[in-house]
């Protein structure tokens, strides 16, 4: 079984079935000392999100290539550092959250060859909510030589996965 990942999200093949198991699982940032500062006086009772890997680029898609090259990018030592985060307001449905479960699905693909040509997008849709102060966006870094660590403050009404080069949704999420 090949496997290539982030901390929280990747696929795994299984050759013997022909399947691909895509997932993603947010990342919970409730209890981060540095996330009740980016959210200032702003309460929640839970912070979900994921990271963006690479914003700076000026591409959507993820590389294409073999399990290898990924699992080499993965490796870098790079500190994360723009994120989408829903913060959940204490009153707010836990419905929506949700918590371990990560976002998956199985498809067939036959042959692993055919991994090789083929990319897949995780698609988030929504809103930018903002915090307290009407900000979308709020930063905090822990020393002058460190790179801020930004969250976007949103409400996610859908998540996706996508075959990248069809642009085809293969499987939806919605609140």
């Not at 496997?3 to 299984?14: C, F, I, Q």
């Not at 994360?80 to 990560?102: E, H, K, N, S, Y």
């Amino acid at each position: 079984m090949n496997m290539t990942h982030l901390p929280w999200a990747g696929w795994t093949y299984d050759p013997r079935k022909q399947t691909l198991k895509l997932t993603a699982t947010p990342e919970r940032w409730s209890e981060a000392a540095w996330v009740r500062t980016i959210a200032g006086g702003m309460p929640y009772e839970a912070v979900e999100g994921f990271w963006i890997q690479r914003p700076w680029t000026s591409s959507e898609d993820c590389p294409v290539g073999s399990a290898a090259g990924a699992e080499a990018v993965a490796a870098e030592p790079v500190r994360p550092t723009v994120g989408i985060a829903q913060f959940f307001a204490p009153d707010a449905p836990r419905t929506f959250q949700r918590g371990t479960r990560a976002y998956s699905h199985t498809i067939r693909v036959p042959g692993a060859e055919a991994l090789k040509e083929r990319g897949y997008r995780l698609s988030l849709g929504g809103r930018v909510t903002g915090f307290a102060d009407g900000q979308p966006i709020h930063c905090w870094n822990e020393a002058p030589d460190l790179r801020p660590v930004c969250l976007m403050a949103v409400e996610l009404a859908r998540v996706a996965f996508e075959d990248s080069p069809a642009g085809e949704v293969l499987v939806e999420w919605r609140n």
